[in-house]
């Protein structure tokens, strides 16, 4: 079994807790010393400037974490495996409890985000927010909740706390995972949610993104972020498992339509089978208010759009943006204040929306790898060097950096 996370910075433990993470993080260290390529190292271009991370996590107190899960393989037998799957803990404010402003949006409904009536109804996100498998959602739910209460998440002087509601959101990874099985355990969910950081995000095959697929390619775990002035910083990370390989576009360029190998290798399901969700997270320090932030999740599909996403029939296409700064208290002691910019400042917003949105899709592509599952189900990873013959045959391929890439 591999179950590990890149991303090192870990909440007060107890004792014993601290033990068991000192000895995990013999498996953890070698996943953590070497991210991935991304897909600035590939030479691809992208419009406005990242942060200095590229990832959600530049946004100031965000945190990502990820437990994987990837164990057996051969036949399907339902509740032993082969598991492929995981679970991914955005934590918007760190390890301490502060609700922050925040809204959502759909593209296409068929998926779930639990907690999402709560956000509407009093326009703050006050948990993390989790990303998994469609048919691990419940037990994941419960493991925040536990967790909430053995981390003491919530200040004792609340005495309501424990009626928050869990944030978490899905895909479905039946392709490659044993996802009748519901293989997530509080343990899972605990690793993830412990060992979330600021700074690097890893990215392809981990945590909720595990076992996802993307345009008939390896998909899963993105980010990307963008300043929007000299002040505001917005990120993105999503968990893609969505689109047609048609439909694939990279920097403007229809390359689905020449990447014609590498298609899934399909024993168990219908050949046919595409993939079709995809979680999107959108963070910025910006002081904005609900509606303003939905306004910005509605922009998250323009982003997908740019990749061939359309946001099939089949598709759970949801999003969910927050801003991280606080109210603040007035002097009379009874009343808050809060600051927001005005709605003719939203456009830069808009625009880093959708630019971080289609990197981080594209960062999910070149970070995942090729991954067999369940019978013998197999999923190519994005051949790099085609990609690349193809953006410099439309003259769309800039220098990369030196990395190793996939053939």
Not at 22 to 34: C, E, M
Not at 291 to 302: F, G, N, S, T
């Amino acid at each position: 079994m591999t179950f590990a996370s890149r991303n090192l910075d870990r909440f007060p433990m107890n004792p014993s807790a601290l033990f068991s993470t000192f000895l995990l993080g013999f498996a953890i260290h070698a996943i953590a010393d070497s991210l991935n390529p991304r897909a600035r190292d590939l030479g691809i271009p992208f419009e406005g400037t990242p942060g200095p991370n590229n990832a959600i996590t530049d946004v100031a107190g965000v945190r990502v974490g990820h437990a994987t899960v990837i164990k057996g393989s051969g036949t399907l037998k339902i509740g032993e495996g082969p598991i492929r799957t995981g679970v991914t803990a955005i934590l918007p404010t760190g390890p301490h409890y502060r609700p922050v402003f925040a809204s959502w949006a759909t593209l296409n409904g068929n998926g779930e985000m639990t907690g999402t009536k709560w956000i509407d109804e009093s326009g703050f996100l006050e948990e993390p927010i989790l990303l998994t498998n469609t048919h691990s959602v419940g037990q994941v739910s419960h493991a925040s909740i536990q967790w909430r209460m053995d981390r003491g998440y919530h200040p004792d002087e609340d005495p309501f706390g424990w009626a928050a509601l869990p944030v978490v959101a899905e895909t479905w990874d039946g392709l490659l995972n044993d996802i009748h099985g519901r293989h997530i355990s509080p343990k899972e969910v605990y690793h993830a949610l412990d060992h979330a950081s600021a700074g690097p995000v890893a990215e392809g095959n981990v945590g909720g993104g595990t076992g996802m697929v993307c345009h008939r390619f390896k998909g899963g775990i993105g980010t990307a972020s963008r300043r929007v002035n000299e002040h505001h910083l917005l990120g993105v990370l999503v968990q893609a498992n969505y689109g047609r390989r048609e439909d694939l576009t990279i920097a403007g360029v229809p390359v689905g339509n020449h990447l014609t190998a590498k298609l899934p290798q399909v024993h168990s399901l219908s050949p046919s089978f595409e993939g079709n969700s995809i979680i999107a997270i959108v963070a910025t320090d910006a002081p904005l208010l609900p509606h303003q932030l939905r306004r910005i999740a509605k922009r998250v599909p323009l982003g997908i759009g740019r990749t061939g996403g359309f946001g099939s029939n089949s598709s759970g296409d949801l999003f969910l943006a927050f801003s991280t700064p606080p109210p603040q208290p007035h002097p009379d002691g009874t009343t808050l204040q809060v600051k927001m910019l005005p709605n003719h400042e939203m456009d830069a917003f808009f625009v880093a929306t959708l630019q971080a949105t289609e990197e981080a899709i594209i960062n999910a592509l070149v970070a995942a790898e090729d991954m067999e599952g369940i019978n013998g189900n197999k999923v190519f990873a994005l051949p790099h060097r085609e990609v690349q013959s193809l953006l410099k045959r439309h003259q769309r391929l800039i220098a990369p950096e030196s990395r190793s890439l996939t053939p």
